[in-house]
């Protein structure tokens, strides 16, 4: 009797209880892409679309505990890594996720909310850059987060090439950088491959305030690509055009009194069933 297994995707990542960004927003962007969706827990910030009010701590010990569960039970295709907002944090994710066999990366860095709130300790950003991003196969900052990261201020597609080159040097292998905070008519992000080449993705600026957690969805949605086997070029691209259209689909709805949601389920997929070579599940552990 054949068996086969769901492309399963890993987001270790915040909450969000209206349901527009972090945690939620990648369960329900791979769920739509066709993919089985596993969670993490990372933080807890009370927000909703107008903003974020207060941010409460998950024990580190508790994030460890649940990242082994899933890792011993149901191996990820792909890991999309999303709010680590502590030097702690992260170094238990880091930590942790070494004991385990090398899954693909993806990795937001959120730093600051579409509202604008800053969602970071300051210290942390050192650790992020010396422990996350070689563990990283692209990392996808936007404007105000390339800033940060790049020293400098980003506000042009000139600064973004150059920003990009600057955090490029900081051990990352990939980078997308999001240009979705740009005051022009059309949007271009830049994707700054392994070979340290840029590639260029060009969308229309839609007039709308729901992009509440566009960052969140675009890096979800490249690890479900990753994880359906795509490659890292063609899972960009295709993560591209998935956040133009859950943009696109979701502009004419009100959701909340603030920045409102994306269309997650503007096309959703049937959950894609692959054949499994053998009925054998290995072991995702290292030898320690």
Known sequence: MKKYKYPSVLAIAGFDGSGGAGIQA???????????ST?????????NTQG?????????????????????????????IGMVHTPQLVETIVST????????????????????????????????????????????????EAAILADMKVETLEDLYTAGER?????????????????TSTITSLFYDENEVFHSFETAKF?????????CTLSSAIAAYIAQGKTLYEAVSLGQEYIYQAIKN???????????PLNHFFNPQKL???????????????TL
């Open 272 to 286: 894609i069933k692959n054949e499994m070579v053998s009925t054998h599940l290995a072991n995702n552990k290292r």
């Open 207 to 215: 007039d709308t305030n729901n992009t509440h957690g566009s960052g």
């Open 167 to 183: 955090i490029k040097k900081l051990g990352c292998k990939t980078i997308l950088l999001k240009g979705g905070h740009q005051e």
């Open 39 to 47: 969670s993490v827990l990372t933080a807890l910030p009370v927000q």
């Open 26 to 36: 990648d369960i329900k962007t791979a769920s739509a892409l066709g993919c089985f």
């Open 250 to 260: 979701g502009t004419d709805v009100q959701t909340g009194h603030g920045n409102g």
């Open 97 to 144: 996720l070494a004991q385990y066999k090398k899954i693909p990366i993806v990795f937001d860095p959120v730093m600051v909310a579409t509202s604008g709130h800053r969602l970071i300790e300051e210290e942390t950003i050192s650790v992020i850059t010396d422990q996350l991003f070689p563990i990283a196969d692209v990392i996808t900052p936007n404007m105000d």
């Open 52 to 80: 974020v009010r207060a941010i409460y701590p998950i024990p580190v010990e508790a994030v460890a505990d649940q990242i082994r569960a899933i890792l011993d039970d149901i191996v990820p295709d792909a890991i999309k």
